[in-house]
Nanobody, 126 residues
Framework: QVQLVESGGGLVQPGESLRLSCIAYGRTFKLGAVGWFRQAPEKEREFIAHITLSSGKTHYSDSAKGRFTISRGNAENTVFLQMNNLKPEDTAVYYC???????????????????WGQGTQVTVSS
């Protein structure tokens, strides 16, 4: 199991931006695709976006389209999530995970993943 570590969260005001990082420590990502999820207080974890590392192909949930951008870093062990025009409802703990790259444009089900990192807290508040 590759250890994935999320970072970049913080407290921001509505309308501001954050860039989250997902780093695979110890090795590069092994399965070919990396995704981001989030879990707001008292809500279930939800899918945000995933990227196929070889092609750069991306897929977003409907709620993430337009404001969030997932991308690969120059290093082969880093994936980013750029979040713009943040809203209070974006407040959550954000997680990344990896899965097999099948290039299907579908939302990942968080229940399919057995292991999670600590996540990074994003709080949007005025």
């Amino acid at each position: 199991q590759v250890q994935l570590v999320e970072s970049g969260g913080g407290l921001v005001q509505p309308g501001e931006s954050l860039r989250l990082s997902c780093i695979a420590y110890g090795r590069t990502f092994k399965l070919g695709a990396v995704g981001w999820f989030r879990q707001a207080p008292e809500k279930e974890r939800e899918f945000i976006a995933h990227i196929t590392l070889s092609s750069g192909k991306t897929h977003y949930s409907d709620s993430a389209k337009g404001r969030f951008t997932i991308s690969r870093g120059n290093a082969e062990n880093t994936v980013f999530l750029q979040m713009n025009n943040l809203k209070p409802e974006d407040t959550a703990v954000y997680y990344c995970n990896e899965d097999v790259a099948d290039n299907l444009a579908i939302d990942w089900d968080p229940n399919d993943f057995a292991f999670w990192g600590q996540g990074t807290q994003v709080t949007v508040s005025s």
